[in-house]
């Protein structure tokens, strides 16, 4: 699917929404430039599950972990990895493969790590059509 937004409360709306179809073991994976809006979508997304507490951008954490909505929330930003190996390090696997969860930022750091049934959000901008429009496609 591709969808178009007009300002970040339009992309925290839409992960919201995409959330109510999420299923314990599920894999997002968002890709897109800084600032693209990745955590912003994150964000509505754990509200969507019902997760009360800020979420906040894990960019110098990788890993936040949130409980206490209908399924377990794993935020991943793997910005900083150079490899695979250190999602490895931070016990990844225990996440990916567990019941609750995963969105992913900088999924491209560790695609070599993913398993195959993954869900793909791509976000861009389009600056011909203002600094806030984003393009957002899904492959599911
Ligand atoms: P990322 O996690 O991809 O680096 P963030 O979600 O942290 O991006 O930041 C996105 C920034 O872009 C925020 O400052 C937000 O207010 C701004 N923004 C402007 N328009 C949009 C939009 N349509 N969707 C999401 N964020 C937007
Ligand atoms: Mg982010």
Redesign the pocket.
Known sequence: MIYE????N???ELGKKLSEDASPGDIYC?S????????????GFAEGLGVKEDVT?PTFTILCVYEGGRLPFYHF?VYRFEDSFELEDIGGDEYLYGDGVCLI?WPEKIKDHLPENIKNVV?TKDITKG????RIETDF
């Open positions: 937004t007009k300002n970040r339009e992309t925290f968002l897109g430039d800084l600032g693209a809006g990745k955590t912003a979508f994150a964000q951008s930003d930022e976000i600094g806030d429009f984003r």
